[in-house]
């Protein structure tokens, strides 16, 4: 069965023009970087780790605050390398098929991959900025790990001594209205919606499938667990997104 939807899927993606791509945590978990809600999750392991994610604590707490920049610190993301997965969406992009791709991830390795930057809508912002609550002032994170290595625990802001943050969105933190609005619009506009992933239980964005679903698209659902959209579905695949992704997308 999974064979066939994946072929299914596969001449879905070859008779679309406009494929929207939504991605979640599911497609990094083969580059080194945990998901959050999965059997093996960051949240699932430690749940005390969701506080280090919520803003209120964030901006209160400067415990949780030295607590997040030493998980910062330890993050795979900033060695971690794009996967056949991402690697099979820029391919997509490649065959002029790609409209859009909405993440909810703050990887960057949907750039990284090679993605053009004007395709990509990162929802949840990307962990190689960082930013000042209070100025506004943004800037690479590399820069202020350095002074984190260096000895600063909770490093202010240079500018005005606010407090830093990594430019995502975390629980509590109004998402940027525009970004949604260009994501929504996106999911509007696709033939092809492919869901690769997420559990598709974070709004507003998950609502980008019924939206596609409403406007005439055909969906695609690939997630290792059931999603609460499997039943509007055309195809749903539980297996690899790594093997998966490049089989529909025309590469492998």
């Given at each position: 069965m999974s064979s066939a939807n994946v072929e299914k899927a596969r001449a879905l993606a070859d008779a679309a023009r406009r494929v929207v791509v939504l991605t979640g945590a599911g497609i990094s978990t083969d580059s080194g970087i945990p998901d959050f809600r999965g059997p093996n999750g960051v949240w699932t392991r430690n749940p005390a780790a969701e506080r280090l994610s919520n803003i209120q604590h964030y901006r209160a707490d400067p415990e949780v605050r030295k607590a997040s920049w030493r998980a910062r610190l330890a993050s795979p993301a900033w060695t971690a390398m794009p996967n056949a997965g991402h690697l099979a969406l820029v391919a997509l992009e490649r065959r002029g098929k790609l409209h859009a791709l909405i993440t909810q991830n703050i990887d960057g390795l949907h750039l990284r991959a090679g993605h053009s930057p004007d395709r990509v809508i990162e929802v949840h912002g990307n962990l190689h900025k960082a930013v000042c609550l209070n100025c506004g002032w943004n800037g690479p994170m590399q820069a202020v790990l350095e002074r984190v290595r260096a000895g600063e625990d909770d490093p202010p802001?240079?500018?005005?001594?606010?407090?830093?943050?990594?430019?995502?969105?975390?629980?509590?933190?109004?998402?940027?209205?525009?970004?949604?609005?260009?994501?929504?619009?996106?999911?509007?506009?696709?033939?092809?919606?492919?869901?690769?992933?997420?559990?598709?239980?974070?709004?507003?964005v998950a609502g980008a499938v019924p939206i596609a679903r409403q406007a005439g698209a055909r969906v695609v659902i690939m997630n290792a667990q059931p999603t609460p959209y499997d039943e509007i579905a055309d195809a749903v695949l539980t297996g690899s997104i790594s093997e998966d992704l490049p089989r529909i997308c025309g590469i492998s």
């Open positions: 802001c240079e500018h005005c001594g606010g407090i830093l943050k990594s430019d995502t969105i975390s629980f509590g933190q109004a998402l940027v209205p525009g970004v949604i609005e260009r994501a929504m619009r996106a999911a509007g506009e696709a033939d092809l919606l492919l869901s690769v992933g997420t559990s598709l239980q974070v709004y507003p």
